[in-house]
């Protein structure tokens, strides 16, 4: 079992695992892809570097972190979640991971699906988008929302692993699990138990009721109407607050919410960088990830991990 395991090998979950390494806890990172910071072209207001692109910045942490003997593992990261022992467990798309502690650091969601939402019976004429339907049908975590759309109709919004991760979890619940990709080919296949559509969505109808709108049904370009009773966005790879949700963390204005010690509200479960919310920074990043890293350090000498 690993003591620490860090999600993301950016600025924060890099310095994360500088401190833990370097205190001699047996720490794992496990990422995706660079994030947002790769399409830096340059990078010149971080603490002693001149005119190097975000790439090869993380490219020097990696380097940096497995001098001190972290293992690095590029990964796909789909759930996360804790026994009975507090453990935690990290799904991959490869393989399972345990460990101790864990630490969420993959910046921060930077893609929202852009979606044309009609209301009946709504005399508001202004444009609305999928967040006026969110906890109303539209749900971005389906082993905690799942519950409610027990022997309905349910679809998934993406066309990777993690949604196929998504719709398995959907499957003992749901009378039917459709995977909509909105004009994506699928990247993976999915079992014939899972229908796949992947024309694309023209818009999501929902109904007006008292307690606000409610998802009715979405609407393909070639006129194919969906009855649906929840629609599950699972596009690209599971970001931080996704993974947070999963864990029963607290997410605030689509933020991980931590303490003074980057603690979220889940126990040996800690959160740093863009993920937290605030300035989009690499300097706060890094802060957060040492602040994450030493009061690591300190719970496991409680523990007795030493």
Same mark, same amino acid.
């Given at each position: ?15 994360? &695992? #500088?401190?833990? =390494?370097?205190?001699? @806890?047996?720490? !794992? ?8 910071? /790769? +399409? ?122 993690? &949604? #196929?991760?998504? =719709?398995?979890?959907? @499957?003992?619940? !749901? ?8 004009? /994506? +080919? ?121």
């Amino acid at each position: 079992m690993l003591d620490v395991i860090i999600i993301g090998a950016g600025p924060a979950g890099i310095t994360t &695992a #500088l401190y833990t =390494a370097r205190a001699g @806890l047996k720490t !794992a990172i496990l990422y995706k892809d660079f994030g947002a910071l /790769k +399409k830096a072209a340059l990078v010149d207001n971080f603490y002693g570097h001149l005119e190097v692109s975000g790439k090869d910045l993380i490219k020097t942490g990696i380097r940096q972190v497995r001098k001190v003997g972290v293992q690095v593992k590029n990964a796909e990261v789909l759930a996360i979640s804790q026994n009975e022992d507090m453990a935690i467990t990290v799904e991959t798309a490869a393989a399972t991971y345990t460990a101790k502690t864990a630490v969420i650091a993959t910046g921060a969601n930077r893609h929202t699906p852009r979606m044309k939402v009609s209301i009946s019976d709504d005399s508001d004429t202004k444009p609305k988008g999928l967040a006026v339907l969110e906890g109303r049908g539209v749900s971005y975590c389906a082993i905690c929302d799942g519950f409610f759309h027990r022997g309905k109709d349910v679809a998934i919004l993406g066309n990777s692993a993690y &949604a #196929l991760h998504e =719709a398995q979890d959907l @499957l003992p619940i !749901a009378k039917s699990v459709t995977v909509l990709t909105n004009g /994506k +080919k699928p990247v993976i296949d999915f079992p014939a138990n899972i229908i796949v559509k992947t024309g694309k969505i023209k818009e999501i109808c929902a109904q007006s009721g008292m307690l606000g709108p409610t998802l009715k049904s979405v609407v393909l370009a070639n006129g194919e109407t969906l009855p649906l009773s929840g629609l599950f966005i699972a596009l690209g790879v599971a970001g931080g607050t996704e993974l947070a949700r999963k864990i029963g963390a607290v997410v605030q204005n689509n933020s991980i919410y931590v303490d003074a010690h980057c603690r979220t509200t889940v126990p040996n479960i800690w959160a740093a960088g863009d993920c937290t919310g605030g300035l989009k920074q690499i300097v706060k990043a890094a802060y957060e990830g040492m602040v994450a890293g030493m009061d690591i350090i300190k719970s496991s000498k409680t523990r007795g991990v030493n």
